[in-house]
């Protein structure tokens, strides 16, 4: 793959997908992929700051969807919200809260909060703050590589951070809360990719505002 290439994916992986071709299962080999991604990015001191939900059932994935509804629309004077239809992807990944390791770990220090997270010790304001500060850094790294790697192999893919998070905690047994989703899968070919999957309500598009980038060379 060229830089050009690189380039188009990364722009691919910015849009969100709302709408999905449900008739196309993907391999398993690029369902691999996609979860070394998320399991083997950097975070702090690699600690495993969430755990990851790959969901390909499709009657938890419409359950969860149900949970979703959260973009604000006004139609005739009145306030209502529609549902996030790129959770309807043929595949969803679901973040999860997670504090500190899978597996106790005392042969590695790794740092004050999780050294007394490992020992049930309750964190200071300062502790808890940059626990919760690492913890979204990992996921959102996660969350970037599994969109960036995604595109590369040609899907589309869409995020979700509006939803009812105890509902769909209670739906995957998830104790330590909901933090991210994202949908990934097959883009409906015969339909403009902001049109939601169910509705038919066309999602705004809003562009990407400019980064600043200083250069010291």
Not at 37 to 51: D, E, F, G, R, W
Not at 62 to 72: A, L
Not at 205 to 216: D, H
Request: proline share 3%.
């Amino acid at each position: 793959m060229d830089h050009k290439q690189i380039q188009k994916a990364v722009i691919r992986s910015q849009h969100c997908q709302r709408n999905w071709d449900l008739s196309k299962q993907i391999p398993q080999e690029d369902l691999d992929l996609i979860e070394h991604a998320v399991t083997n990015c950097p975070s702090k001191q690699n600690v495993a700051y969430y755990k990851v939900h790959m969901i390909t059932d499709r009657q938890l994935i419409e359950n969860i969807h149900s949970h979703t509804k959260g973009f604000t629309t006004f139609k005739k004077g009145v306030v209502d919200a529609e549902t996030n239809s790129q959770t309807l992807a043929n595949l969803l990944i679901v973040f999860e809260a997670h504090s500190g390791h899978l597996v106790k770990d005392t042969k590695v220090f790794r740092n004050d909060e999780i050294l007394k997270l490992d020992n049930n010790l309750p964190l200071t304001e300062k502790e808890s703050g940059t626990f919760l500060r690492d913890q979204q850094m990992a996921v959102g790294i996660a969350a970037g590589y599994a969109n960036v790697t995604s595109a590369m192999l040609g899907y589309g893919t869409g995020c979700c951070a509006c939803f009812d998070d105890k509902a769909i905690g209670k739906l995957l047994n998830a104790k330590k809360g909901i933090l991210l989703m994202m949908g990934i899968g097959f883009k409906d070919p015969n339909r403009p990719r902001r049109e939601h999957h169910e509705t038919g309500f066309i999602f705004p598009t809003k562009a990407k505002q400019k980064i600043r980038v200083k250069k010291y060379l």
